[in-house]
């Protein structure tokens, strides 16, 4: 099975990859792609038969290409979720004093902004598509470095010159195992789903939330993104706890259904959080 995860070698996408592969009992060949667009897009063109993608983080909220990518792809299925801890590290070849350019994707970057303020408050910040590519980019160089996981250093000959430099210790971010099936699942899912409504007017998002509420539907989290379409007009990302019988999604979304202009359900999975299963950094 091709799996599709934002690249290069060494990310911590490739590192939910693995992961999620495992968990799912896959014998999976990892497809590294530049961008995250470029993955889902992969495994929506019948390139790869699964994709993993991040969708949110603890510190910097939802990743808002994946959520666009995802309302492009409606028939896509998110069959596992995956809470992965993310310790960043600053990678280079030379003295942490001669950095004067730290180069890292923008999340990463804005997940070390207090540490690099305190310890490279001169430091040009460089995004990059990835922090792999990070790493990559400042081999060989005494004025350049990274911000990538420690196993980065490794792939890419680097030495590790601070770690963990990302401010908050809870620091993780959860990703998406995606197919173009759905799976049946049984225990505790979480359901995602998103939503344009009919009409921007008052009351209009209170009546349709009330169609979970109505069920006993928890919701663990909503987010909005500009529709593109217009100033004003918004697509809500919603994810649901699923804690016995399925009957009551299934009433809450054909309650909702006629309220909305387009309704994407991206399906009920189960989530597996090593944040929660590791020991304080």
């Excluded at 004093?97 to 001169?122: D, F, K, M, T, Y």
């Excluded at 971010?173 to 979480?190: D, K």
């Amino acid at each position: 099975m091709r799996l599709a995860f934002l690249g290069p070698v060494g990310t911590y996408g490739e590192q939910a990859a693995q992961r999620l592969a495992a968990l799912e009992g896959m014998a999976a060949e990892l497809v590294a792609k530049p961008v995250i667009r470029a993955v889902i897009q992969a495994v929506a063109d019948g390139d790869c038969e699964a994709a993993v993608v991040p969708v949110e983080n603890a510190v910097e909220g939802g990743v808002t290409a994946c959520l666009d990518a995802l309302w492009e792809h409606p028939e896509l299925r998110v069959v596992h979720a995956l809470v992965l801890p993310i310790r960043h590290a600053l990678l280079g070849t030379g003295p942490i004093a001669g950095i004067s350019e730290v180069l890292s994707h923008p999340q990463a970057l804005a997940q070390c902004a207090q540490w690099l303020a305190a310890n490279l408050p001169g430091a040009l910040q460089l995004p990059t598509n990835s922090t792999a590519e990070a790493a990559r980019l400042v081999r060989g160089s005494r004025f350049r470095g990274a911000i990538a996981s420690r196993e980065a250093a490794i792939e890419h000959g680097l030495d590790v010159l601070a770690y963990p430099i990302n401010d908050l210790p809870g620091n993780c971010t959860r990703f998406l195992l995606l197919r173009r099936q759905a799976v049946e699942r049984q225990g505790p899912l979480l359901a995602s789903l998103a939503f344009s409504l009919q009409a921007n007017s008052p009351g209009a998002l209170l009546e349709a939330l009330g169609c979970f509420s109505r069920h006993g539907l928890n919701m663990a989290r909503i987010e909005s993104r500009p529709s593109k379409r217009e100033l004003g007009e918004y697509i809500f990302f919603v994810d649901l706890e699923i804690n016995g019988p399925s009957a009551g999604l299934q009433q809450a979304l054909a309650e909702l259904r006629p309220l909305c202009e387009h309704l994407a359900v991206f399906g009920a999975y189960p989530l597996t959080n090593l944040a929660a299963e590791e020991e304080p950094a």
